[in-house]
């Protein structure tokens, strides 16, 4: 007999696809367990801004908790978004849906808290998972540290370098849609407006963005991404750090106004795995979340609404597993349909602008055109920050 701890559902990562999911297993009397590498409050490379269909989520798996979301404490809320094209002028866009900014160190561990408080999910942390197999019809997890549990169905929300997507599923862990970014903390920054993203689009970063999100006490989170195609192109990798450093101090419509900014820490890079074309997201007993399912908006780069969207649709599954006592590939393709009718329409779209890229000078001139339509200027920026 093994000692190993036994669950029906083992969710794999305490980000905001692990904590969504967990979430939304409440109630459902089965017995889940949420593992984490981290000890919480864990910093996250991310650009910190919070989507608004990330709360559209969170309403969609409890209205109540979606409240306790809009009125969590460490943000700064976003009235505008600026769009910077060369040579023409800042184009605001105001948002209907409510969104806000917010260090992933705090956001992240507000939504791990909400699970605590929240539902009975057992919660394990400092629990690096190593090795994870499928025997017997169990699903084994052994950790770093030398412990191990068992589960019925395993849910990998572990991000973009998940361990559960190179253990279980066929998938690449990079493909030709990988993006890297790199972002680090400011402040002191010239004419920054508290409430306002502002979004560059820099032939340098072509065909990705420069940001400049604000955060509280005039600080902001500034960076940049790129595919990775890109930054390994020639003998010698392309070092987003150094780039990031010369757009601030040379780039002729940014360098003016980080002559007095101060840095934060450091500048730090990660992966950003970006939607594309259906592929399998699920197999038998697992299903993949978030930027393990690599769920990143294309064109937007941002990942947490769709993340949390991934994990709600995951527990559906769970649920319905566990009802029918089906964890078969064939059934498991339930939650593959779930996830892009949601959102995969939006991945085709970014893959063909992204492809455009290749044309940059013209796209550049004919999204300048474009922009002076306040009408299509807002479709694009709407369809850019999502
Ligand atoms: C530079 C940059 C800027 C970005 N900006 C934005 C933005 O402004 N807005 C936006 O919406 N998105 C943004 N994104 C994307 C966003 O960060 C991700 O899409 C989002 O974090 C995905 O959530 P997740 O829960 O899938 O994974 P993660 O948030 O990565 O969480 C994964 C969790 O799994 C844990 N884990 C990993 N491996 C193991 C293991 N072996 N064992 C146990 N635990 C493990 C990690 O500790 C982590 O807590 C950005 C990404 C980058 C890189």
């Known amino acids: 007999m093994s000692s190993k701890d036994i669950y029906d559902i083992a969710i794999i990562g305490a980000g905001p696809s692990g904590c969504a999911c967990a979430l939304a297993l409440h109630g459902s009397g089965l017995r889940v367990v949420l593992v984490d590498k981290a000890a919480f409050p864990r910093d996250k490379v991310c650009g910190d801004a919070i989507p608004g269909q990330a709360f559209k989520a969170m309403d969609r798996i409890n209205p109540e908790w979606g409240l306790k979301m809009r009125n969590f404490l460490d943000k700064t809320e976003v009235k505008s978004d600026l769009g910077f094209l060369p040579k023409n002028k800042p184009i605001p866009f105001k948002w209907t849906n409510y969104s806000y900014n917010s260090k992933r160190i705090h956001f992240d561990h507000f939504l791990l808290n909400l699970v605590r408080s929240e539902s009975a999910t057992t919660i394990l942390q400092n629990h690096q998972l190593q090795k994870v197999s499928i025997q017997n019809g169990a699903v084994n997890c052994d950790f770093q540290d030398g412990s191990s549990i068992q589960s019925s169905l395993i849910i990998g929300c572990d991000g973009a370098n998940s361990i559960i997507k190179r253990q279980l599923s066929s998938l690449a862990l990079r493909d030709e849609t990988h993006s890297v970014a790199v972002r680090a903390y400011y402040r002191n920054i010239k004419d920054l407006q508290n409430g306002v ?101 294309p064109i937007g780069g941002h990942g947490i609404d769709n993340a949390m969207w991934s994990g709600f649709f995951a527990a559906e599954q769970a649920i319905r597993c566990f009802q029918t006592k089906n964890f078969d590939a064939g059934f498991m393709k339930g939650y593959d349909d779930a996830v892009y009718k949601k959102i995969g329409k939006s991945f085709t779209r970014g893959q063909l602008l992204l492809k455009l890229e290749m044309f940059y000078p013209f796209v550049f001139s004919l999204l300048a055109l474009l922009m002076k339509n306040k009408k299509i200027g807002d479709r694009f920026i709407r369809l850019l920050v999502g």
């Open 197 to 297: 993203n502002e979004f560059h689009f820099l032939k340098e970063c072509s065909p990705g963005y420069f940001w400049i999100f604000s955060l509280d006490n005039g600080w902001a989170n500034v960076g940049f991404g790129m595919p990775a195609y890109k930054v390994q192109k020639g003998k010698t990798p392309l070092s987003l750090r150094k780039s990031l450093e010369t757009i601030i101090t040379t780039n002729p419509a940014i360098a003016s106004r980080f002559k007095n900014a101060e840095c934060m820490g450091n500048t730090r890079g990660f992966a950003l795995p970006l939607g594309s074309n259906r592929k399998p997201i699920s197999g038998e007993r697992f299903v993949l979340c978030g930027d393990a399912a690599s769920l990143i908006d």
